[in-house]
């Protein structure tokens, strides 16, 4: 097996030891790009002499007797909204590639290269992330590892894919509306939405400043929580970002499930959707030796609020643009926001302060329960160019649903780590562990059981069991 | 005026005149079908009543 198919965890591991050289990592790394990207399509940018440089950093730090940082020659990618120095920040769209190369990284690459991570380029994406499939008019569709006729889910889509088929073993990718959650779903990984304001967004490229996210996605919870809390701490570039200092959780990942309360969401999370969206939330309970259910009040208002704040913000942010360069967006993208930029300020507003009464609302449903289950999307990875789905007999639109069960949540952005369960279908489907503000350490304990009992696992595609 | 009678055309008008917008004949099926679309779905949010304490409450730290 290469070591690539393994944990980042093993690979640190390895490169600290002297087992194996940061720059041979790196090399295996390319290599397997190489070969396994054109087919998926996950990279857009592959930044070789840059990893190279960084792989030779650390084995000179490990040759000198220094200590290389916790994921020493670990290989990363980073969706392309991400500033990497020396590359436009594309954001998945033709416009912004003609913006001047970034003088400098965002924030969570350089924590990760301090840690002694490897940057090895920048990720496919829905165009602007307003996007859920993982599809690009400009770049193309970024492909399911698993199948790659799928999608891998979006917006944060080559995150998703680069993961899964052992390209790399972490990737940061954005939520707005499910965008790491709908991926790691769709492709079968482990992706961490950390609470609203925990990471700073400083060097991405927006789209909802009420519910942007950024975070990681890996292939095991250990992996999940390294990487977080190697990235955690302030940035002043961020007025949403909390200024509390780093609460590391990699630690008490082992403490487990013991002793939490946990319950499935019931009502809206368990209609809507394919049975094996519910099959893996079930599969999930069952280990845990979960039997209560909860009520998450107005889930579907919750849902609704969301997808007109989001329209309303994306077009904001976009008016001059689409104003100038309309034609050079994708219509998909273009024609959305237009219109959110015709929806009245009233509505925008009613919804931000039904928000607030939502917050609250979940902070009550908080006092008696410490985790909530619930789907992570309502079905498995649809065909590329998809563009409706059935379910319960009724045909719909399937962009605007795929988020169905995400969006409620990082409405008021709550963590939740997304598990992923293989084998109760064709192909994997995710399931949402949601924790009260604050609390990613619930989540992930949570996600670590459900690791250890075997039921959420994340397997390279085409790897052997 | 509920989202059955809702009138796409004559937001759009309205509306692209206000923004100063030109609309053009490739972007505007798209539009007003979205147009029609964030009205059914905002009905929801329009419908719930909220009292009028009740407000989003930016926090702005020191």
């Known amino acids: 097996m290469s070591i690539l198919e393994g944990t980042a965890a093993g690979i640190a591991a390895a490169v600290r030891a002297g087992d194996v050289t940061a720059a041979a990592v790196t090399e295996a790394a390319l290599l397997r790009i190489e070969r396994t990207n054109p087919h998926l399509n996950a990279f857009t940018d592959v930044t070789a002499e840059r990893a190279r440089a960084e792989a030779a950093a650390v084995d000179a730090t490990i040759a000198a007797g220094r200590d290389p940082g916790p994921l020493a020659g670990v290989p990363f990618a980073v969706k392309n909204l991400f500033d990497i120095a020396g590359l436009p920040t594309r954001a998945g769209s033709k416009i912004n590639r003609e913006r001047p190369p970034a003088a400098a990284d965002g924030p969570l690459i350089r924590r990760l290269n301090g840690a002694g991570a490897v940057l090895l380029g920048g990720l496919n994406m829905g165009e602007y992330a307003y996007d859920f499939t993982g599809e690009n008019a400009h770049d193309g569709p970024a492909r399911n590892p698993h199948d790659p006729t799928r999608m891998t889910g979006g917006s944060s889509g080559g995150s998703g894919g680069a993961v899964a088929a052992g390209m790399v073993p972490l990737a940061l990718g954005s939520d707005t509306n499910g965008s790491i959650r709908v991926p790691s779903s769709f492709c079968g990984i482990f992706g961490l939405k950390p609470t609203y304001g925990r990471l700073p967004r400083t060097g991405s490229f927006p789209f909802v400043d009420s519910f942007d996210h950024l975070g990681p996605f890996a292939r095991s919870v250990a992996d999940l929580a390294s990487v977080y809390d190697a990235m955690q701490g302030p940035d002043a570039g961020d007025a949403a970002c909390t200024a509390w200092g780093v609460e590391p959780v990699a630690a008490d990942l082992a403490r487990g499930a013991d002793g939490l309360r946990i319950a499935v969401a019931g009502g809206y999370f368990r209609r809507g959707g394919e049975a094996q969206a519910y099959e893996a939330v079930d599969r999930c309970a069952e280990a845990l030796g979960v039997s209560r259910e909860v009520e998450i009040p107005e889930a579907a208002r919750a849902r609704a609020a969301a997808f007109v704040i989001s329209n309303v913000e994306g077009a904001a942010l976009h008016l001059d643009t689409v104003r100038t360069r309309a034609d050079d967006y994708d219509p998909e993208v273009r024609d959305r926001l237009i219109s959110g930029a015709m929806i009245p300020g009233a509505w925008y507003v009613k919804a931000q302060r039904f928000r607030r009464w939502f917050h609250a609302r979940m902070l009550e449903v908080f006092r008696d329960v410490d985790v909530i289950l619930a789907p992570a999307t309502p079905v498995t990875a649809p065909k590329l160019g998809q563009k409706t789905m059935v379910l319960g007999g009724v045909e719909m639109l399937l962009r605007p649903n795929i988020g169905i069960y995400t969006q409620p949540i990082s409405f008021i952005g709550l963590p939740v780590a997304a598990v992923p369960l293989h084998g109760l279908g064709a192909m994997p489907i995710g399931v949402q562990v949601i924790a009260p503000p604050w609390r990613e350490d619930l989540a992930l304990r949570v996600a670590h059981t459900l690791e250890a009992a075997g039921v959420a696992t994340a397997p390279v595609a085409g790897a052997a069991p | ?62």
């Open chain 2, 1 to 62: 005026m509920s989202a059955e009678e809702f009138d796409a055309e004559a937001v759009l008008a309205g509306a692209a005149a206000m923004l100063d917008l030109t609309i053009t004949a490739e972007q505007r099926p798209g539009v007003l079908m979205h147009l029609a679309n964030t009205r059914r779905v905002a009905q929801a949010v329009l419908d719930f009543p909220l009292p009028p304490e009740t407000e989003n409450g930016p926090v702005f730290r020191s």
